[in-house]
């Protein structure tokens, strides 16, 4: 066995028990998603379903429109990255790299925007959107989520830059490139991962935040995916748990799809650490 | 963070501070979309929430008098308020805790360069994935004690659990909310580490390797002081994010048997919306809240001091 | 809904915006007809389709009303609509447990529908259930849903065991204790200690040990000798180990799903039960009888309520809905629907609830139903009653201590 090979089966190894810990909920999943409804509660339990039964991803999609919340859930999610890049980005340079008063004032502000859970605001926030006639509008959940996720954004972005060697971009000056050439050339490929990180905690947070996507989309064909599989399943007597299962599966989906293809650009980064 | 401390910290000379002031100043400019979305959105209901814990209000928000300080008084008077308080702190404590003693490991392994890692790496990622509300109700699913496939497995490895109710005490389940809210903590901490690792210059480890350091020696000289910034911002994001953490053990126990597991979000959570005191509520989230700052006020004061240190 | 208030609330603050937009409120309103939004909790799966088709169906006999219906699951049902009220967003007519009801009138949520209903339509209700709507003499809205419970039990289970269907807690004791012998799989009796209507398993015990919640000076029976006895009655069960394990952690679902698994020889449920086991485990042979006696006959009668919001602006038009919604065919499709004891005077001697012995019993027993108060903090004084026993069950605290706590809490709360 080479020396890789040996370390890799030392790596997995190693990683193992958490990796079990992670993959047990899934396996129930599965496992409960492809069974029927009466095959949940027996006398006697099985993790293999009777047969291999479809029907309740069937049962999701057309009869109980969840293709429609995950579209919204993935709108909201894209906006709400995207708006908090937008703020997040100029920030977190002005931060790194300019003079700028009050800085460490604006970072505490940050700070205490993360501090008070959506949780207790809720009334508030919900007033707030009722006023700007913005309750059962998507974009009521991109703005607030961008709001509430933009300052880890600010502060993770903040961190990155601060790492890129500032004569880096000096040299770039030197060579008479502007300010603004400069961060895009120079600055920006270099910080690249660091944004891409950024971005899949924003998305990830959008994607499965509850509490404001439950109180300010009211509407059934606005709801989100979390939402829709808590409403598709609270009925007063009885839990779904074939459907719920089936429908977390489904969410898991985009968002798995969203970390395997954005891990090349964590990997770039280290590439690019050796190129330096 | 560090790097911008030694900025602040070396004003570059004082007879150019003058005239450059003006030019400082509109580098607010960068700044200021940031404060603007969210001074909007969270701004007006941060307003609310203290208005209404100085107010008699109604279960709808109207307000029916001044109250000064008498619904802090009753949250601090009542004992299920303090015992949340308690239950919080070991809460914060043992998730965030257990989130990086498993994080950091884990990420380090993830960094190295072996066969799988990408597939290794978003295995790791994948309770993120979820719904903080999902997982719990999935888990709730998984530990139920008849019907609950860890008991299933457990069982099936010939251990003793058949049938075994890990929800019915409070000490049993709070250990299980604590282990659900560790495992989906890791990802994000996780991804910080991981990018932090990334940002580590190859050529450090280099030089070490050519003065003769060994790889526990890089670990322990390279690695874990330059991840110092990051373990920082997850630690202090972390127990922000964990100690307002409510879906877990929400849906999980709803704070039974007996309050055992109430935090206080879902102290704060009841009275609000099942009891319908939203003054009560509003003051005990200004006490979470000023909580809070004061640990981040502490930490970052104590973190900020060694690494001056160092 | 969303011009008509966005308008509404920027006139108090920018005049002019506010006065074009609410312009164009009140034009479409002038022309349009009145559109009556009524939201409901769901009781299963069929519960939003029901009501949708029934508007539908509203809305096509007549021009001047036109209903929308929205659906909501019950656990988000409480936190929606204090938020909808707070912000001045609330549909016309609601649903909602009647134990919040109280606090909600009180807090002026609610619009009285006493001059709103036609003569003679609040005959058509079975007194015990109108009159539960009702607190300091106006009624604040219609009896939506009415149940009773009883006592399940697994035929072949009792057989097996030897058992005979108990009727007294005695009797029950000793059949559970058989049915627990069966086999380490398979629990005598169900015994509720977590979740939604944890209080109200207890309160079972409570009536039929003949203890009341409101004792008859006015003041909490949470710590009453009967009272104390009911939870005694309980605690030697869970001792015994004649019920299902991890009491304190089963809430009112796991105790049905044991029971459909056939794992639980006995539990104490309401009507909805009966559409769970056709649906999951059409073969378990199961009848209902009466809920156990120690000194007295009772059950827990349990109703929800179907309101019209103070703010709302078409209340006439939403009580003639309202009054299509109770007609006596759409009840009866309702009641069997869900599985519900009937809320009208008609449908009483329906052959579907006199004749179905699995219905019957619910309707025989709500002539001993008992209910809980309508006091405006109702939910904070349970919450602390289900501390208390939680406490007792475990065997943490004895019964009379831990019900004292419970007692001094509601009293304390009677008096704010």
Known sequence: MSSKAKFSLLCWGALMPLMVVILFPYATMLSTALKRKDEIFQFEISWLPDGLYLGNFVELFVNRGFGQAIFNSIYISVGATLVSLLVALPAAYALSRLKLPGKSTFRTYLLITQMISPIVLIVGLFRLFAYLGMINDLNALVFAHSAFYMAFAVWMLQSYFDTIPKDLEEAAWMDGASRFASFRRVFLPLCLPGIAVTSLFTFVNSWNEYAMALTILRDGSLQTAPVRIAFLTGTLYETEWNIIMAATLIATLPVAIVFASIQSYLIRGLSLGGVK | MQATQTNDLAPSGRRARKPRESRNLSNLVFILPSIALSLTIIGYPIFEVLRMAVMDVNRFGKIRGFEGFGNFIKIFSDPVFIQSSWQTLIWTVSVVGGTVLVAVPVAIVLNEDFHGRSIARTIILLPWAVSLAMTALVWRFVVNGDFGTLNLALTQLGLPFNNHPWLADAQSAFAIEILVGILVSVPFTVTIILGGLTSIPVTLYEAAAMDGATRWQSLRRITLPMLSPFLQIAIVLNVIYVFNSFPIIWIMTNGGPANGTDILITYVYKQAFAFGKLDVAAAGSVVMFLMLLCFSVLYLFMTRNRSTDG | ?416
């Open chain 3, 1 to 416: 809904m969303s011009i008509k208030k966005a308008g509404r609330l920027s006139t108090a603050i920018c005049s002019i915006v506010g006065a074009t937009v609410l312009m164009i409120g009140t034009s479409q309103g002038v022309f349009a007809k009145d559109t009556v939004r009524v939201r409901f909790a769901e009781y299963s799966t069929k519960t939003g389709p029901f009501f949708k088709d029934l508007a539908a169906e509203f809305n096509a006999s007549q021009d001047d009303i036109e209903v929308v219906v929205e659906h909501l699951p019950w656990p988000e049902m409480q936190q929606q609509l204090i938020t909808d009220i707070s912000a001045g967003t609330a549909p016309d007519i609601s649903h909602m447990a009647t134990r919040w009801m109280a606090g909600f009138a009180v807090d002026g949520a609610l619009a009285p529908i006493d001059d709103l209903m036609s003569d003679n339509f609040a005959d058509t209700f079975v007194p015990t259930f109108l009159d539960l709507q009702k607190v300091e003499g106006q009624t604040w809205g219609l009896p939506i849903a009415a149940s009773a419970r009883g006592m399940f039990y697994n035929k072949d289970l009792l057989e097996q065991a030897g058992a005979a269907v108990p009727t007294n807690w005695e009797e029950t004791q000793e059949a559970a204790a058989k049915i627990a012998a069966l086999s380490d799989e398979i629990y005598g009796i169900g015994v509720q200690g977590a979740g939604l209507d944890t209080e109200g398993y207890w309160f079972y015990s409570l009536w039929t040990h003949g203890g009341d919640i409101v004792g008859p000076d006015g003041k909490s029976g949470f710590a009453s000798e009967a009272a104390v006895a009911a939870t005694q009655n309980y605690i030697d069960l869970i001792k015994s180990g004649v019920t299902q394990p991890g009491v304190l952690g089963a809430n009112r679902e796991d105790l049905q799903n044991l029971f459909t698994a056939g794992k639980l020889g006995i539990v104490l449920s309401g009507p909805w039960l009966n559409a769970q086991l056709s649906q999951e485990a059409p073969d378990l042979k199961y009848g209902i009888a009466e809920i156990p006696m120690a000194t007295d006959r009772a059950t827990y009668g349990v109703t929800d309520t179907i309101s019209i919001l103070a703010d709302s602006e078409v209340k006439e038009s939403s009580m003639k809905v309202l009054e299509f919604f109770f007609n006596d065919a759409n009840r009866l499709a309702f009641g069997k629907n869900e599985g519900f004891v009937p809320v009208l005077n008609s449908m009483a001697n329906e052959p579907y609830f006199t004749e179905d012995p699995n219905m019957a019993v619910f309707l025989d027993m709500s002539s001993v139903a008992k209910f809980a108060p309508l006091v405006p903090q109702w939910e904070e004084m349970a919450e602390s009653l289900k501390t208390s026993l939680a406490k007792a069950y475990a065997g943490d605290e004895d019964p009379a201590v831990a019900l004292a706590a419970a007692a001094d809490k509601m009293n304390a709360l009677m008096n704010e």
